[in-house]
């Protein structure tokens, strides 16, 4: 059986990055120092760097984004790297080419890294099993984010998001909001929090939209989100797909708005001091109020730029440097 | 045509023997055990087998294999499954009525019956469809169906969602005393649903099957069966509620039997580590506890039979994601291991153990198998107990190469497989 961790090779070095469990705490810390330099790119004249020259970039996007492809491509591109986008259809009703053709055909195109997003669980697992099954082993996957399962590198932004301002984790109290019976975001910051020592961790939202079990991971549930909120250090929003909105998950937008959007109202349970985040993109009057989202306590758009460092510093260091 | 098989440990579980004792055969039946019969004397015109340090027990009988005939030929066919039954050991096998088409005319049950007859290895008992195309509208002819040769009545994997459609196929079934064989399985509750619905789940972000989903469907089952008074069997239990569920049920007079899958007794949500495909099953896997639950249900009897549940999937259809993988295990080689297995960690008598796999899964079918009497036919599995093997591709004879204990260890596997006293499967050159 297929138990031992697939993104470790067998000298104990990340491979790939799949998902943040399991990662230990140095790894995580190494990254985001890591990343840290990358930030000071973005006020310089010259923004690339040559850390990655002759690399091959795939992004594998079998799953439409624009956002989380663009930072990457970005990223790459400010190691130097060849970046190649590929949008693949992948409706069900489009039989064609399959997963691990698709990848068998790529890699023979010289590539490096592939940048994988599917909108099922484990994709890039199954990728990352079949390359070394083919003694293809140095060819690194990157997660862009797999159906409900794990987004990692957009947990790692929110940690160096997190850290920068707030320091540290060890005395922080940090609740992430909204769907996450969904949400591989949830799943991967969970994680992330749970190994920097984060000792609480709040998960908030309707009964429908928590994942079975889910105290397991390490989170405190609360139902009543003015609960939740009291004494926060960080808000995590997470974003409601249109699909989830009506139906027999929810009842509609705004009695959701109502119980779980954050306003100031709600904020102001939190911590004076606390921070907004959302990994994007947002619904206002949805899941979050213009007034917060533009609000002095707000830092989404800080979280976009360190986007960029930290998939600068995961790409630099699965390549080896 | 007179064999005996000397030498080795005879446990025939439905005559609760368990001794050293030669086993003769003449003319394909059981002609005697223990001391040679008449006609044995002239050992020139009899065959010897030498079942030293082994098992001789009767030939399994499955409850639930799939041959994938007709319809998925690109999966396994006919020969290379029946290949791989003897090679477990296994003599008899119902084959459930999901081909494509699926089971629901006489005319092909009578074919895949002749099929399987020509071939010359496991006896196949093909089950019926209970409604047309199994869609769970109109119910079969099912008369018809039995008079081709169908033993039972089922519906696969899939569910009636009509209430009012199950009802009337119970009862007509029950008016001419028919089987019927389901799956308890709420459609809705159990939909785009992966995996059990619990910590693992959450954890690898697989779409959830709750434990309601078989309890649901479970209760309505067993209230329609006492309604209509048909012969019920649940197929595959999965959780520990549905176990209690079937004892209560049984206790209030409900004559209900039911079966567990081989893999249910050793695996659990757990074993799906990184999203191996191979242990996307359905039932899905659940948690530990429920996995003790059908353990002790299967010991105390709660549970009256234990099944490979063989579903060979081609490697195209496994190697894509979890929940985009078709669901099922190859198992006809592993039923035998896997019960021992069981046996062995439940301290059981190993007749006990057997008896799981033989006398009473032929007495669920009603079939004359699974046991070794004089007269009976001689459909005999030896087998040493000691002996290890390696599930490998290689070593699996089925053509579907989908299992998780891909890799482990096991032991019990068939050194010879006879079928109306002619030797089936010889693996003594392993």
Redesign the interface.
Known sequence: MNHANPQINKHGELQHLITIEGLPREVIEHILDAARPFTELAGEEEKKLPLLRGKSVFNLFFENSTRTRTTFEIAAKRLSADVINLNINTSSTAKGETLLDTVDNLAAMQADMFVVRHAASGAPYLIAQHLAATGRNHISVVNAGDGRHAHPTQALLDMYTIRHYKRSFHDLTVAVVGDLLHSRVARSQIHALSILGVPEIRAIGPRTLMPAGVERMGVRVFNDMREGLKGVDVVMMLRLQNERMQGALLPSPQEYFKNYGLTPEKLALAKPDAIVMHPGPMNRGVEIDSAVADGGQAVILPQVTFGIAVRMAVMNMLAGN | MKLQIRNGRLVDPASKTDRQADLFIADGRVAGIGRAPAGFDDQATVGTIDASGCVVCPGLVDISARLREPGYEYKATLESEMAAAVAGGVTSLACPPDTDPPLDEPGLVEMLIHRSRHLEFAKVYPMGALTVKLEGQYITEMAELSDAGCIAFSQANTTIVDTQVLLRAMQYAATFDYPVWLSAQDRYLAHNGVAH???V????????I?VAAETIALATLLQLARETGVRLHIRHLSSAAAVEMVAGARAAGIAVTCDVAAHHLHLCDH?I????PH?HLTPPLRSQRDREALRTGLANGTINAVCSDHTPVDD?AK??????AEPGATGLELLLPLTLKWGTEMKLPLSDTLSRITSAPARLLGIPAGRLAVGDPADVCVFDPEAEFRVSRESLRSQGKNT?F??QLLRGRSRYTLIDGVLAHDGSWN
Do not use: I, K, T
């Not at chain 2, 580590?273 to 191996?276: E, I, Q």
């Open positions: 619905d619990g910590e789940a959450a954890r690898l972000g697989l779409a959830g709750p074993d580590g990184y999203f191996n242990a195209d190697q894509v994601p979890f929940a985009e998780p891909l890799g």
